[in-house]
């Protein structure tokens, strides 16, 4: 997977090839996502600090932050039909596995507490207690493997919003099509200084965002 750079005034309509932004393939509709992103150092730092006698502090503390310093940016993300539900596919699999668990861990605790099984006193209180904390866990980790191969903002600034998990394809697809609008600006130039008029059929980017900076991040 590849990333890309793409700034504000290319994402907000419809000027991104009509390309799969995740696998290339030819897309059959632009969807709205909503990119977020807060700097990284701050969830290391909430994390170390959970373990810290300032535990409390950063529980209360967090949420906070993170409304302080979060960026987002509205993207009309090109999709193909096997990736238009490319988040929402994620966030019902989180959903299903943690309802799953939990309802598993509930039975279980249900028929530890009945008394019905031949367990000895140290081993039950495994069973009721460390089962949980390793089926949280097997679910904390597939949230993280899930958000982790999805697309998302590896950086943000109020002007641009860089991409990973992209396809190449497509980024090969916005560099073509950004060569292709200056080739188009440049023939505007040159009919201009001739004194003929624009023949060109290219429509005229809204701005120079598309080759500001670098695409891929």
Request: aromatic residues 10%; charged residues 20%; proline residues 6%.
């Amino acid at each position: 997977m590849a990333a890309i750079r793409l700034w504000r005034e290319v994402v907000s309509g419809d000027q991104l090839p009509f390309v799969c932004m995740r696998c290339g393939d030819p897309a059959v509709e632009r969807k709205e996502a909503v990119f977020l992103w807060t700097p990284p150092g701050l969830n290391i730092l909430a994390f170390v600090g959970l373990f810290t006698p300032a535990g409390p502090l950063v529980v209360i503390g967090y949420p906070i932050l993170w409304l302080l310093t979060r960026k987002r940016m509205r993207v009309q993300v090109p999709l193909c039909r096997r990736h238009r539900r490319h988040w929402g596919g994620r966030v019902v699999a989180m959903l299903a596995t943690f309802v799953a668990a939990a309802v598993l861990v509930f039975l279980l605790e249900v028929w530890l507490s009945s008394g019905r099984h031949q367990m000895g006193s140290y081993e039950a209180l495994f069973w009721m207690f460390g089962i949980p904390v390793v089926a949280f866990l097997a679910w904390v980790i597939l949230v993280v493997v899930l958000a982790r191969t999805a697309m998302g903002a590896l950086e943000m600034t109020n002007d641009y919003v860089t991409i990973g998990g992209v396809s190449s394809k497509f980024v090969d697809a916005v560099s073509d099509l950004k060569d292709e609008i200056r080739r188009a600006r440049l023939r505007m130039i040159d009919e201009a200084e001739a004194g003929r008029p624009h023949q060109s059929d290219l429509p005229e980017p809204p701005s120079d965002a598309y080759w500001e900076g670098k695409d891929n991040g």
